[in-house]
């Protein structure tokens, strides 16, 4: 049996980050059906905080108006068709309904998560992405965050005493500044038992051809970076 451990740097306002978890995971399950005896590998993902804008606001905008500032209307709109046919493939809708912000506070609640068990943490970083991607949610706001790491499995009251006590915004900044100095400049990047790494949400395969290679001590994949924020 090998055990894989999964190092997901992410910010939960990046689309890619939100195909990347889905490919990750489809990767998974066609390791565990295809490799031989892969159902006994044990997988271990956790997630990295990252500020892909450390200058956001700290209250929630609508993306759609701070999105057209930066890229134009006509880009926009491109931008908009593409995520949302990339997004059906993976089986959810993209809305870019949402209110973009600071993710400090949503680092924040993920790393209270983080303390419950991989399992828990997945789920409220999977809860926290669905509801600003596809459930028009603020991620700045708490009562969004709250809602989002309940239905990760998370209690009502812990979630927001953790919040108003301002626990978690040490480790979230620190893992923040370990990923820049690791060079990351674009995100999700993954990690895959300390050596092997992915830059951006590449397609099954790459993911897959890397498990293998993580695996048997080989190489991995070798294509380009795939489709990053």
Avoid at 51 to 66: C, F, Q
Avoid at 133 to 138: H, M, S
Avoid at 141 to 147: E, G
């Amino acid at each position: 049996m090998a055990n894989f451990n999964i190092k997901v740097i992410s910010d939960p306002v990046c689309p890619f980050c939100y195909l990347g978890k889905a490919r990750l995971n489809r990767a998974i399950d066609l390791y565990q059906k295809t490799y031989p005896a892969g159902k006994e590998d044990k997988f271990n993902v956790s997630w990295q905080a990252y500020y892909l804008d450390p200058t956001a606001p700290k209250k929630g905008v609508p993306v759609n108006e701070r999105m057209a500032a930066r890229f134009g209307a006509d880009r926009l709109e491109m931008m908009h068709a593409r995520m949302k046919k990339l997004g059906a493939a993976e089986g959810f809708n993209f809305t870019f309904d949402g209110k973009v912000g600071h993710t400090r506070d949503a680092h924040r609640a993920i790393q209270l998560a983080k303390t419950k068990g991989p399992e828990v943490e997945n789920a409220v970083v999977t809860s926290i992405m669905k509801s600003y991607f596809e459930e028009g949610g603020d991620i700045t706001s708490w009562d969004t965050i709250v809602d989002s790491a309940v239905r990760g499995g998370l209690a009502k009251e812990e979630v927001k005493k953790w919040l108003e006590e301002g626990k978690g915004g040490e480790e979230v900044d620190r893992q923040v500044e370990d990923a820049y100095r690791m060079g990351v400049r674009g995100v999700p990047h993954f990690v895959i038992n300390d050596k092997y790494e992915i830059g951006g949400a590449q397609d099954v395969g790459e993911f897959l051809e890397t498990l293998v290679a993580a695996r048997e001590g080989g190489k991995g994949a070798s294509g380009q970076d795939g489709l990053s924020c």
